[in-house]
């Protein structure tokens, strides 16, 4: 399987305020780690933002333009395309096999049913959304469940910084029931996030957390390097620069073998625990 790297296009004399570093994904080579392309240095900010030229994850916002509300088929080709998106696990799919894309066929069909329905009900207003923080704890559980380094851990601020990313390129997906119809003026945006909605943010956490040397850091130090970040940004605002990077990621190769070692030594009774797990540490009924 080779992942392709996309083309990133800049609409000329646009200045985007903010972004973060983003893998464009892995070639097939098992000899080369995945290339780095390093965006801007302070993150994404309104979700009112103009939408950038460049495409992350078109694919996943095209099938959410489509979406009708009692149509199970929309719902299962968002529910696909979230799955398939390309979040810098190639490295590891490739290797190991393992991977979003890599879920047994028979299970593949159960957690998406599961959550098309679960989605279709909230739309409705029949069924419970996912919280930030419950992301923040399913990370977590994984990263002690499979032995990961403390850097694989992850908070609701970096949670929320992912969402927020996410939103500003997929905003029609993202972007629904994002702001409460009774917000105030200096409000935060909504906590809560469809089911689908979550899926994706979570797999987006894993993704930077598995292959983006910028996000792997502990809760504590992306706050410190943030904050930093800020200040240098408000001391020097005079433009933005872009750069592609090849990056050779230590971190990446370590998280690798662990996930390797731990999820290949799992039996099936295991794994579909582990997926009943997921649904209920999100609150996605059944």
Do not use: C
């Not at 996912?130 to 923040?136: D, G, H, R, T």
């Not at 800020?230 to 433009?239: E, H, K, L, M, S």
Request: aromatic share 6%; charged share 25%.
């Amino acid at each position: 399987m080779k992942t392709s790297i996309k083309s990133w296009r800049y609409k000329e004399g646009v200045a985007m305020k903010r972004s973060i570093r983003l893998y464009l994904g892995a070639v097939l080579s098992l000899l080369v780690l995945p290339i780095l392309a390093l965006g801007q240095n302070s993150p994404p900010g309104d979700p009112a933002m103009k939408t950038p030229q460049f495409r992350v994850h078109a694919e996943v916002e095209e099938k959410a333009r489509l979406l009708r509300d009692n149509d199970q088929d929309t719902h299962r080709a968002l529910a696909d395309e979230i799955f398939k998106a390309s979040r810098g696990f190639a490295v590891l799919t490739v290797l190991h096999g393992i991977g979003p894309t890599e879920i047994p066929p028979s299970i593949d069909y159960v957690v998406k049913d599961r959550l098309l329905w679960a989605e279709m009900q909230y739309r409705r207003g029949l069924g419970k959304g996912v919280k930030e923080q419950s992301i923040v704890r399913f990370t977590n559980l994984l990263v002690e469940k499979f032995g990961l380094p403390d850097y694989a851990r992850t908070s609701q601020r970096q949670v929320r910084f992912m969402r927020m990313f996410l939103m500003m390129h997929n905003p029609v997906f993202m972007g629904q029931g994002a702001v409460r119809p009774d917000i105030q003026v200096g409000e935060s945006i909504n906590e809560e996030m469809s089911p689908l909605q979550a899926v994706h943010v979570l797999l987006e956490v894993l993704g930077h957390k598995y292959s983006d040397e910028n996000f792997q850091l502990t809760p504590e130090e992306w706050d410190r390097e943030q904050a930093s970040r800020a200040t240098q940004t408000r001391a020097t605002q005079t433009g933005t620069a872009y750069h592609l990077i090849v990056s050779i990621n230590p971190k990446e190769k370590e998280i690798r073998s662990s996930l390797a070692r731990q999820i290949n030594s799992m039996n099936p009774v295991e794994a579909l625990s582990l997926m009943d797990k997921a649904f209920e540490v999100l609150g996605i009924e059944k």
